[in-house]
């Protein structure tokens, strides 16, 4: 035992004592592990949020980004690096891997804005990477040369080894933000500000600066179609549907030529093929053709709608998507949620003020210029260099050319300091011999035009800003046009266009329904999303989900698949109330109803029963025969009733009494016609698609073999169904319904015989698109018509300019003939321009318009010479 151990067990309350201090000070020291948890987890969110993933509204800019092109314009002169060579250059202000360096940089260079790139680059379309930085070359575009440096203006700070400098933020005069768009996730933070069109965003500069209204909408590099009705400027909360540009080639195939945003042909085919898998389309095989532009061609199965499977596509895959937009910026180091106006605005101030510190500062560099351009005048013209030769010290030199400079430097704009004298002492001998006075005062005086120039820019610094931002536009602008059209879309109802991919089955003995009931009675073909309506034959039905089986209940009438809103079903139904109540019948339809809820058609009495049933999908009502029970004093035992005297009312009505007596049985006598006459169909030209609900312009009532008549640009025309399902170009000029009769007056330019034609013809066809105008692409269509009694007024030009106009009645000029025909040249004369004109009234003719009102009980008609008075 040491001499200090046996201390201790001697004393052992002073070791207690020091024990005990010793144990304190180690408690002060201590971290608990929930404050270190709370310091740094805080100190790395903001590092994160800060220094990675959300940009500065300054610039737009993450720091990675914002080193990246900073180390590109110290490498700047004028000819491509290496990205090799500008990540390495980046390490200096980028304290991270040249992994995360590189994936920036590709992802600037793909922007196709601030980076002008040089070999592969990869592919946003297809998803493919890019080659290695050692084999790809960069440059900034002169795009960013212009609008992102300039050294006067910029904060500088220590990178984070000290050795260098690097910007706070680029003095970007440009809001470069909206235009390149940016995604980012942080802890417990994210950023996605869409881009925007190039063009687009000057303009709204510019009308924010003439205090202006300005609507700002994303505009993707794959262009697509965007539906922007909820895009709440940027913020959260907000989303916009984006599709893929969806066109048929023929009817058993289509042609995919822009693809969403975010995604890419890879993974859009994939999803192609995920939903043919589970039977939601029904498809033969995909090319994928994509090289420079997309090009998918999907090749249907037999005896499949190819306007069904667009919609299908749009509703099954990820032809259309759902964008959520997060705008979420950096300003004053604090993370702020402000919409892309908000953003723009800011932007354009921060331009206004960026302009205006250029112009101070190209000013006091102007005056700096004048100042010693003045000087050095002084000290030439009054020879005062003469003065120090007799000076023999230094002192002396500068105090002698003092005292010359100062009878003459009243009118300078500042005083004269010690660095301008040491300065004047520099010019040379030779410099001194050659100096020209007048060249001389011609230099100060453009210095001092250049300086009022400048102080009426910063005088009117917003039109300044205005032609600065009109420049750009003019210089840069053209091939960045809107790339993705901005569209309404119509909203699909999957159950609607989902393929028919199960079979439905009862089994009525033990009351199952359900797709794998395959060895029991089959009903219908469905899709697994469908829901299946069932009547039970003692007047209840209920909505229900398909499934590979489900109960129920026995005593079925009828099951079907259900369609919400469908208006056209009607189910003409006679029952009995109660055990042996009287006798009703009604017609209704089911619109909508809560799923796996039990409605009751009767009204509800025990017993009751369903003695007659029908569904009819258009409507029709039949009429029955009815035989009633025998009873004393009852003559007549059965009669006939027609279901088109009944009106279709709602389905909890209870409907009529069909008879108080006791029913025997109910049977068909004749089969029954629709009683909703012709679907009255709307064509809405925002999303191009028919549609029954009164939206756009009203096409008719459609029954039957009724047709659409569609005429395109610039001069095919074609005929379509008038189902719902049809989709429709945006190039139509004529959609209306197809009437086989009407006459059609067109005026065109034949290239082949070089000459102006008219021609009068019906239209007529299959649903392929026909031209009418012959098949030179040359031909070029002036006029098209449905006029009745055409009119045109043909004036002429060159050698014959002097010739009176010509007027032409186009009836009497040319007969009716096929769309086929050339049709009559309207002169041999040099035509300058053709206009149809109002046609002349016609004897004894009346204009529909005149018969707009029925409430008209007399009609007068002038021709001019007789008043002829019709009564109505």
């Known amino acids: 035992m040491s001499s200090e151990e046996r201390q201790d067990m001697e004393n052992p309350e002073e070791l207690d004592n020091e024990l005990n201090g010793k144990q304190s ?81 590709v992802q600037l260079g793909q922007k196709d804005l601030l980076i002008d790139t040089q070999g592969n680059w990869g592919n946003i379309l297809t998803g493919d990477s890019s080659a290695a930085p050692r084999y790809i070359e960069a440059r900034l575009s002169k795009f960013a040369l212009e609008v992102l440096f300039n050294p006067k203006t910029t904060n500088w700070k220590l990178s984070y080894d000290g050795r260098n400098k690097e910007p706070i933020t680029l003095p970007v005069k440009f809001p470069l933000l909206l235009a390149q768009g940016v995604e980012g996730i942080a802890v417990g933070l994210a950023s996605k500000i869409l881009p925007h069109n190039f063009n687009e965003l000057i303009q ?67 999803s192609i093929i995920k939903a043919n898998d589970k039977g939601k389309i029904k498809i033969k095989k995909i090319d994928d053709n ?100 007799e000076c023999e010290t230094w002192e002396s ?63 009117n610094i917003i039109p300044f800003t205005i032609r600065y931002f009109q420049a750009i536009k003019k210089k840069y602008g053209k091939g960045k046009e809107r790339k993705t059209e901005i569209r309404s879309f119509e909203n699909i109802v999957a159950t609607k266009v989902v393929v028919a991919n199960q079979k439905l089955y009862i089994n009525r003995e033990d009351g199952f329904m359900g797709t794998g009931l395959k ?110 029970k025998p009873k004393p004093r009852l003559k007549k035992l059965n009669f006939e009733f027609d279901f088109a005297e009944l009106a279709v009312k709602g389905r909890a009505s209870m409907g009529n009494i069909l008879s108080r007596n006791d029913v025997h049985k109910i049977t068909l006598k004749h089969e029954g016609v629709s009683t909703l006459g012709g679907r009255k169909i709307w064509f809405d030209p925002d999303v191009l698609r028919l549609n029954t609900d009164q939206r756009g312009d009203f096409l008719g009532e459609f029954m039957g073999d009724d047709r659409i008549l569609v005429v395109s640009r610039p001069s095919t025309f074609h005929f379509t169904s008038f189902d719902l399902s049809n989709h429709y170009s945006d190039n139509i000029s004529i959609i209306e319904k197809f009437d086989a009769e009407k006459v059609w007056s067109a005026v065109f330019y034949d290239a082949d015989q070089e000459y102006w034609y008219l021609k009068r013809f019906t239209m007529e066809g299959n649903g392929k698109p026909t031209g009418f105008v012959g098949d030179n692409p040359e031909n070029k269509l002036l006029i098209l018509t449905d006029e009745k009694y055409p009119r045109f007024e043909v004036s002429f030009g060159g050698k014959n300019e002097d010739r009176p106009n010509e007027i032409i009645e186009g009836e009497e000029f040319i007969g009716v003939k096929s769309y086929k025909a050339r049709g009559k040249r309207l002169s041999i004369y040099e035509i300058a321009n053709i206009k149809e004109i109002e046609p002349l009234p016609r004897e004894n003719e009346i204009k529909e318009e005149d018969l707009e009102s029925e409430t008209v009980d007399e009609l007068t008609v002038d021709d001019g010479k007789n008043q002829i008075e019709l009564n109505m």
């Not at 001194?432 to 060249?439: A, Y």
């Not at 009751?608 to 999908?617: G, H, K, V």
């Open 290 to 389: 994509t090289a420079a532009d997309v090009e998918i061609l999907i090749h249907l199965a037999n005896g499949i709608s190819s306007d069904k499977t667009i919609d299908a596509l749009y509703a099954f895959t990820d032809c259309e998507t759902s964008i959520s937009p997060n705008a979420c910026i950096i300003e004053d180091d604090t993370p702020k949620f402000i919409g892309v106006s908000e953003i723009l605005k800011r932007s354009a101030d921060n331009t206004v003020a960026l302009l205006k510190l250029e112009l101070e500062i190209r000013k006091r560099e102007l005056e700096e210029a004048w100042h010693y351009a003045s000087l050095e005048r002084i000290f030439i013209e009054n020879r005062i260099y003469r003065d120090i030769e």
């Open 204 to 270: 709204a500069c510019i009308a924010y600066l003439k205090e202006e209204e300005f609507e700002l909408y994303p505009d993707f590099p794959t262009a697509g179609m965007i539906e922007v009705s909820r895009y709440n400027d940027g913020l959260r909360g907000g989303a916009v549907k984006v599709r893929a540009r969806i066109e048929k080639v023929d009817n058993k195939t289509l042609k995919i030529s822009e693809i969403p945003y975010g995604k890419t042909t890879t993974s859009l085919i994939d």
């Open 25 to 105: 000070e180690a408690m002060r020291n201590v971290t608990y592990l929930k404050g270190m948890y709370q310091d740094w987890f805080l100190d790395y969110a903001s590092y994160v949020i800060l220094e990675r993933a959300v940009p500065y509204v300054n610039d737009g800019l993450k720091p990675v980004q914002r080193r990246i092109l900073h180390a590109m314009k110290q490498l700047d002169d004028g000819r491509y690096n290496k990205v090799a060579n500008i990540i390495g250059n980046t390490m200096q202000y980028h304290p991270h891997g040249d992994a995360s360096i590189g994936d920036a940089l």
């Open 397 to 459: 030199v500068l105090e002698t050319i003092d005292e010359g400079l100062k009878p003459h430097t009243q009118h300078l704009m500042r005083a004269v300091t010690q660095d301008d004298i040491i300065r004047l002492t520099e010019i040379k001998i030779k410099r001194i011999s050659k100096f020209d006075i007048d060249k001389a005062k011609d230099f100060i005086q453009s210095i001092e035009d250049e300086i009022e120039e400048i102080k009426v820019h910063i005088a």
């Open 519 to 628: 060895k029991d009675e089959y009903v219908c073909e469905c899709s697994d999303i469908d829901d299946i309506i069932v009547f039970r034959k003692d007047g209840t039905y209920f909505v229900t989900k398909v499934s590979e089986k489900s109960f129920i209940g026995k005593n079925i009438l009828h099951l079907t698949v259900f369609r919400k809103n469908d208006k056209r079903t009607i189910y003409n139904v006679a029952y009995r109330d109660g055990r042996g109540g009287i006798c009703y019948v009604k017609r209704f339809s089911v619109t909508s109803i809560t799923r796996d809820k039990e409605y009751d058609l009767t009204k509800g009495t025990a017993g009751s029963r369903i003695l007659y049933f029908t569904a009819n999908p258009n409507g029709e009502a039949e009429i029955i025969r009815v035989v009633l």
